[in-house]
């Protein structure tokens, strides 16, 4: 079980380091994920939670102002999001949260 005496996983990144640190989280078939943007960044990185805690990088979603935009997923995850509406959905969510 995760707590605040947790260690962040390893990429997760830092807001004191990064000056700030814009996140939002979502469930999204069943998983609760987190999504990041550093200052500056038209990336989204998406993290698994646990109990509140980020446990594990899923993925990226880039080319956020295309159609459709771009998504990268740690090989787990991939395998769990096997069909592209799936895939679109997830992407669609970041890019929502990248433009709020």
Do not use: C
């Not at 390893?10 to 999204?28: F, Q």
């Not at 960044?41 to 080319?63: A, H, K, S, Y």
């Amino acid at each position: 079980m995760s707590g605040p005496d947790t260690p962040l996983p390893k990429g997760y990144p830092d807001p004191e380091a990064v000056g700030w640190l814009r996140t939002g989280d979502v469930e999204y078939l069943g998983l609760h994920i987190r999504m990041t943007i550093k200052p500056g960044d038209r990336i989204v990185e998406l993290w698994e939670l646990d109990d509140g805690q980020p446990v594990r990088w899923l993925g990226n979603v880039f080319r956020v102002d295309s159609e459709p935009p771009g998504l990268y997923l740690n090989h787990q995850f991939e395998q769990l999001l096997k069909s592209r509406p799936q895939r679109d959905g997830l992407a669609h969510l970041a890019v929502k949260f990248w433009k709020s």
